[in-house]
């Protein structure tokens, strides 16, 4: 299990304040809940995959390419995001298994490699 460092310091912070405070039953079930709404959302929002896209050099396998139409609109926007910026986050719930399966993605009418990298 990946654990991303706002995750790790909402932990220890969590955990120091369990520690310090000797609480009520009340005061200290609105505490773990409101620390797991915290790490709830830290959770669903990092990413562990990272999508980087570039211009493709050399001949290229058809084999190899997937066309930019044929990716949901998901994938579609995060290939775009990362085109733009050279590096995109890929959403927990966007597939990265055309990334995956072809190692290039064809797009108004160039060849753009296209690699998936893990946190």
């Not at 120091?16 to 009520?24: A, P």
């Not at 733009?84 to 064809?106: C, E, F, L, M």
Request: one cysteine or more.
């Amino acid at each position: 299990m990946i654990i991303d460092n706002q995750v790790a310091i909402s932990l220890k912070v969590f955990a120091s304040v369990l520690l310090i405070y000797h609480m009520d039953r009340v005061h200290l079930y609105v505490l773990v809940a409101g620390g797991l709404i915290v790490l709830a959302g830290c959770a669903a929002t990092s990413s562990p995959e990272h999508l980087h896209v570039q211009q493709a050099d050399g001949n290229i396998s058809a084999d190899n390419v997937v066309q930019f139409d044929e990716l949901t609109p998901a994938q579609q926007r995060v290939f775009k995001d990362a085109l733009q910026k050279g590096i995109a986050d890929v959403p927990n719930n966007v597939s990265i298994d055309p990334w995956t399966h072809y190692r290039y993605v064809k797009y108004h009418n160039n060849t753009y490699e296209a690699v998936v990298s893990t946190a």
